[in-house]
């Protein structure tokens, strides 16, 4: 090395995906053209691919590049929090992501002497990237990485850097005798991925027993088990949904005080691994329904086909989405019914259907809570739905009158339909005193703005909730075997 260059000379190489921000670009630009156009897509793809990764990466960019706001990219705070961050040296950003994304994030940090990426021409990773810095930095460089196309680069920079590194990298590294300082660490994807499952969520799947419940003196050890074996075939199904839905909602979610920290939002979760666990979920739980029965196999079929509409439109739409995940809540009850071939009372489902309604509203206005506390906007609107903060009001009206209309209808079971598993006015009175206590308490704490993102996720950790909860469970016992 020439005696003249000092060491604050030599500069401080950065990659991109994985490494700067967690997120693998190329992966959120194919993400994002699927969306657009998931049946053109494949055969572009294929077509792309066969010319070069380079055009691929650059015809991703040309389409879809619009659609990323590299300004909510999950950027690495280990790196930027770093003393070799916080240097004096100058940071150039060299990056196989395509280069029309690389000049973006370049010009938003607003920190970097050089910048650059793939192009038609040249995919800049592993050896290309090494033949490219060597030609622009011959009297040596930096450089700070994440993956196994890096090995090549570390190896004959000055000085190597990991960010982000998995014990498999690092193994690999001191295989090839490479001083490697790590900065930080891989989390572990498996957790990211039972974390996106949202396991809590699957105490929604508990609505398959319901009808077994109410006829409690008909219950079997069959039944117990088809229904064990349907709840956890719902839960792998619905998992499948959360997933997708999670990948439809990235950028949204991005955007969101909260939701910013979903695996998938903050690429904890890579895309690629969450679309494989996505389709093996479905299949798992596809398959132990096909085991149960076919009746049950379409009930559950039907159920994806809903969620997936949800997913791809009904969500933007106000009230209607509303209206669909009351639907698929009360889907739960009906499939447990025809999985026991049992028969339930009209007036206890349209009850349902209304006091659902009333906690997907109430999602809706904390939603809508949230955003006018960070907006000054009166008419702010919630990214990915089709609400804005001034719906508030007339959100939490629906809300209310739902929940009030579920309990009236649950009166009219309980007082005059024959089919009732409440025959006593005691219980009655009981249980529909109960409901009231319970959705006046839930309206008043989202009034106060007291209640999570989720009212389910809510009502699972209060223990007002909780005991209303067992005390309903208590009557309904009562009344079947008393």
Known sequence: MNSKILPSDIPLVVDMDGTLTHADTTFELLLRLFISNPVLSIFNLIRWYLIGKGTLKTELFQRVGNKIDVKVLPYSEALFDSNLWNSTQKKSLISGGANGIVERVGLHLDCFSNVEGSTREVNLTSHNKLSRLMEIYPNGFDYVGDSMQDITVWKEARRAYGINISSRVEKKAKSKQINLEIISRKKSILKAFLKNMRLHQWAKNTLLFLILFLNILSIDAANVCQLAI???????????????????????????????????????????????????????????????????????????????????????????????LSGLFCWRILTGAVVIELNFSQWFLIA??????????????????????????????????????????????????????????????????????????????????????????????????????????FALKDKVSLLTGCFLGVILLAEQLL
């Not at 792998?236 to 979610?253: E, K």
């Not at 132990?288 to 997936?308: E, G």
């Not at 309990?407 to 006593?424: E, H, K, P, Q």
């Open 230 to 324: 349907a709840f956890v075939s719902f839960g792998l199904v619905a998992s499948s949904t959360y997933i997708l839905n999670d990948m439809l909602d990235i950028d949204s979610d991005r955007s969101h005080h909260s939701k910013k920290y979903r695996p998938l939002a903050s690429s904890a979760l890579p895309i690629a691994h969450a679309l494989i666990g996505m389709i093996g979920l479905l299949v798992l739980g596809l398959g132990l329904a096909i085991i149960i029965s076919f009746s049950f196999t379409l009930m559950l079929l039907a159920y994806t086909a809903f969620s997936l509409v949800y997913s791809f439109h009904l969500k933007r739409v106000p009230i209607i989405d509303t209206m669909t």
């Open 352 to 457: 349902m259907a209304f006091f659902f309604l009333s906690l997907a509203t109430a999602k809706r206005v904390i939603e809508l809570q949230s955003k006018a506390k960070l907006s000054k906007d009166k008419e702010a609107k919630i990214m990915g739905r089709g609400y804005t903060t001034s719906d508030t009001d007339t959100m939490t009206v629906i809300g209310i009158v739902s929940g009030f209309i579920s309990i009236i209808t649950i009166a009219i079971y309980c007082l005059l339909d024959l089919d009732s598993v409440v025959s006593s006015s005691v219980g009655s009175i009981l249980l529909i005193a109960a409901l009231f206590f319970w959705v006046s308490r839930l309206w008043l704490l989202v009034s106060r703005g007291e209640v999570d993102d989720d009212p389910i996720y």
